[in-house]
């Protein structure tokens, strides 16, 4: 029988090993400055382990790019972050922010994991969930700990068993009375709301910090966009009479002075693009009322358009780093 070690990389497995890579290196500059302005010595430890697990990731990763004679992506190193830099975020922004992430860790882990075969790889990636769960439970029960776990709202559901009647439940604003929301609906909106949270803060910090006019400019854009969309989502809650999630403070200081190369800093706002893109295609593929597809589509493509435009300042100044790309061996023929 073949060892599947020894089976060659295959597409899928090189262009998830080069995404792990490319964000756990950037999570290292990131932890790295979170814990040297950390007052809480709970939140501390639990960001340590963080950046723990984060390096031994590129440690594995590594290793597997030499066996397979394969170029390690230059990603983000030092020089991308300035870890004396004053504080930008509080302690609070740090919890939320590795909670939030854990959690979309573990539905990329869990989408690679169904498209690599090479035992090794599996075995990467298996240990990668299972180390993500663990970093996402301790991260939760933190919160809850101290307070400051932004909840999903509660509300009173209809408990008898029933059947939808007629397709008027499939629609939203064509009708002056749609339908109450499902749970699962309120679920949606919540998790974008949450999304919304945490990327505002985060954004609202490098408008701050940014030294690049092209830079500020595009994270002014997008606070506002996000802005935009955190409220459109609380009205729909509003109208239900339903609790919009919130948090009690903005997470953010009043330094000016950047922690961040404006590489990293272009780097998290996309990541937070492919995040709040991916909360919002699961809602349109799991909402039932048209307006709120409607929403959701919407919301969506403005992201992807504000990302777009990311990617061409990125490129521009030279910071996106190319992903692993298929060879056209007919360009490698000579003439």
Same mark, same amino acid.
């Given at each position: ?5 020894n ?6 497995e090189i ?18 400055y ?9 939140i ?6 963080a950046?723990?697990l ?6 594995? *990763?590594k290793k597997?790019f ?7 992506p ?16 509080t ?9 939030? *992430? ?10 690679v ?31 809850i ?6 909840k999903a ?7 008898? !068993?029933?059947? !939808? ?13 749609p ?6 609906? !309120? %679920? ?10 945490i ?6 910090g490098l ?20 802005t935009?969309?955190f ?16 948090t ?6 009043d ?13 998290q %706002?996309?990541?937070?693009?492919i995040? %709040?893109?991916?909360?919002?295609g699961?809602?349109i ?10 929403k ?28 692993p ?7 490698? %023929?000579?003439?």
């Open positions: 029988m073949q060892n599947s070690n089976i060659p990389l295959v597409t899928s262009a998830s090993l080069w995404n792990s890579y490319m964000s756990d290196s950037a999570s290292i500059c990131m932890f790295k979170f814990l040297n302005n950390i007052e809480d010595n709970d501390r430890s639990i960001i340590q382990h950046l723990s984060s390096e031994e990731h590129l440690g594995k *990763m597997l030499k066996q397979e004679d394969f170029s390690t230059l990603a983000f190193s030092e020089e991308d972050v300035d870890i004396n830099a004053p504080r930008l975020y302690d609070s922004y740090y919890i939320s922010y590795l909670g939030l *992430m854990a959690g979309f860790g573990l539905n990329s882990y869990s989408l994991l169904r498209l690599v075969s090479r035992g090794d790889v599996r075995k990467y990636f298996s240990d990668c969930i299972t180390e993500t769960l663990d970093l996402y439970n301790k991260a939760v029960d933190l919160q700990s101290k307070g400051l776990l932004i709202p509660q509300a009173e559901v209809l408990k008898d !068993v029933a059947f !939808v009647e007629n397709t008027s439940f499939l629609k939203g604003f064509l009708l002056d009375h339908r109450s929301l499902l749970a699962r609906e !309120v %679920a949606n909106i919540y998790n974008a709301i949450l999304i919304d949270l990327w505002r803060a985060l954004i609202l408008c701050q910090v940014a030294k690049s006019p092209q830079v500020k400019d595009f994270m002014y854009r997008g606070k506002n966009t996000i935009y969309h409220d459109g989502f609380s009205s729909l809650l509003i109208g239900e009479d339903i609790p919009v999630p919130s009690s403070e903005s997470f953010v200081t330094s000016t002075v950047s922690p961040f190369s404006e590489k990293l800093m272009m780097f %706002a996309m990541s937070m693009c995040v %709040a893109v991916s909360v919002d699961y809602a593929t799991s909402s039932l009322r048209s307006d709120l597809i409607a959701h589509v919407k919301y969506a493509a403005e992201i992807l358009k504000y990302a777009s435009d990311g990617e061409k300042l990125m490129i521009n100044n030279g910071w996106q780093e190319q992903p790309q298929v060879v056209r061996h007919e360009e490698l %023929a000579p003439d």
